[in-house]
């Protein structure tokens, strides 16, 4: 099968020994049997690698009628989630969107809420819901994450104002544990439409469950072609020898940088629309390597944007990072650019080239410059922004992931620090303080 | 003169050697000696020092008279600028908002253009000002920078067409080098209100400058009110012991956990609207700090949706970072959380908790998880978001970073190497292929 997403780290690998590459790959190879056989560490959370198929007819029809269902009687629809229970599917609408109105403005509007605290921020989500037909998807697998639950009952609260009861509860779309936890009983209790975060994948890596697919179906992407594209890229990491294996080389390099001292890595793309494909990478990444006082501290920047921020860091600051950049070429309209002699602006000489040729010879320039600037560049290059592609992004970076964090020797599908902080909260939340109405200092 | 800005880092200097903190104390006294005598590198560039008194009224009536002329013709302002020349403005923009709506609804809309090459980000522009009423506020100090200059040739061939030349001409404002460049030359050569973007100040430092407090008139903020924060926070600074100097307190505890070892200092907040700010703070100390292979990798996190990405990461992972929290109360009104017993969401010991405390009790428990977790957090209060708590915040970032380079022994106010990337871009773009419409591979 076609590899949609390969991998150049042709610029990153200098100063390291020769052969430890080859080692490094060798381990990767192993490390992927493992994860394929179930014999590593949190297999009980590998249920995302079958995910491409285990998405049969009966689901996808399901997803397809709930879609149509919400196209056909709301003008905006709030995602309600936190984590993997938004990132993944924030990552995937932006990606996917062409810019072209036409193609998508009879679908309803995504709102994305229940990821913070901030009263302006969910006032603003009530006022913007305000007077228009919305309806709200709410994802958590327990049920009891502070941020989603407390959102969705304020967004219920209206609904029920707005609409009556037995309205809003055709209105609620639950996704969440199959059997278990508050967010299922409510939904049994109320007669929800619900679909199953399965037991075996774990939030961040579930963009290819119902939690990622409902939203794009609502927005009218082809659910299927992403199946398929993660499917080929399976395809592509389980039958390529390790050499030529793009998902191997990736998660091989970054451990070898890792190794070497490299503290952080920076993922960057030359597309505003890969933003929350970035932000969802970081929580990929962050999460599953960091634990046991390991892991590489994984952040994003926004090119060429950031490149007049983070640039001089990049190009001649301390030497603590790698760069990993993402290329492709963002589907919908260019634009040309046309001179006006009068203006004097000196960029006569740009007359008839296209916006996307000059971000391309960016692009070019940052690697070019990076890599005299002695910064190991890692590229990964995807076709486009099809769903078919996003699909085989996703999981390009997930076996990699996966993989990275067997190399490191941690599981990489468990979070114990996040309940650290939830359990602080809760406490604290339980004192008379915050139970009444009074300012804390 | 009180502090508006407080510094606390209790929980940072774990496991340093007593009487260091004394000594890089007395370092930092000694560096803002002689910043503000001006014998240290780049003193050429220090003009921001004096801003909050030589902005003078004139120029705040000449700022004035432009914000409410602009108000007046304009539903859209279109602010083309990247890197120093954007993220103080949006820092500010964002920060200020109360997300009281009557207050600002008759305020022009601002757009964000020219910071980046995208053709489906400046389409979007394009398609947004199309049929509305839309000014361009233009900031570049030499008028070559490719993306805000290739932007605002597309914006101005727009207003020609639209509202034809002469009228054109009244609708831009361009914000440049006093006496030089191409910018200077099309501003005089065409009539556009021009303001000066002074000669010793640098793009980073120049949020009190018309780049910055030109949009903050024109969205009706309150311009003397930062300029009033800002000195407040000077005298502060300026009259302070070390022991107590906030201002020193921060560079100092910055440079011993950087010596320390720490590669990455995570700046967060618990408020979506401080996002620009954080991200003006990355350019800031990244540009000004990542210099001849020093400097602290400048990262920045959206609590408390990133405390279910990173917060792993920052408990759990490689002991690389430190994190920098700042605390403010958020203005706007807030919202109370009633529980509906129907609904059996387990959310019943919250009834009457007010959202902000909620919010607080998370900023409580985070530091808490992560000083638990042995991460040093140093953690900034600010009084709130007003316009002189932004004034205060804006100073006490410049003054802490420029101490901060000093200490580590590089020009905090130059950036030598984003000039490594501008030639190689311009090298690229001149060569044939881009200078027609040919698609790059």
Known sequence: MANMVTVDNGRALRGLRSGAMEEMLDRSAHELYRLVHRTGP???????????????????RRIDETAASLR?????VVLCGIGGSYLGARAGLDFLETGDDRATSSRPAILYAGNNLSPRSLRKT???VNDREFSVIVVSKSGTTLETMVTFHMLWTELVHRFGEPAARSRVIAITDPAHGVLRTMAIDKGFV???LPQDVSGRYSVLTPTGLLPFAVRGFDVQAILQGAAQQRAAAMETQSQDNDTLVYASTRRLLGRSGKAVELFAAFEPSVHYLAEWWKQLFGES?????KGIFPATADYTTDLHALGQFVQQGSPCLFETVLRL?????????TS????????????????????????????QAHGEGEIPVIQISAVDTSERSFGAIVFFFQLSCAIGGYLLGVDPFDQPGVEMYKRALHALLSTPACQRSTDLP
């Open 329 to 337: 070429r963002a589907a919908g309209a260019d634009m040309t650019f």
């Open 126 to 128: 009530l006022e913007q």
């Open 289 to 293: 390597e960091g634990k046991a006082g």
């Open 340 to 367: 006006t002699p009068d203006l004097h602006d000196d960029l006569d000489y740009l007359n008839g080239a296209l916006l996307s040729s000059m971000n391309q010879a960016a692009e070019e320039s940052t690697v």
């Open 42 to 60: 949190g297999a009980e959370f590998t249920g995302w690698l079958d995910l491409p198929d285990r998405i049969g007819p009966a689901l996808l």
């Open 72 to 76: 056909n009687r709301a003008d905006v």
């Open 194 to 196: 619900s679909f199953d």
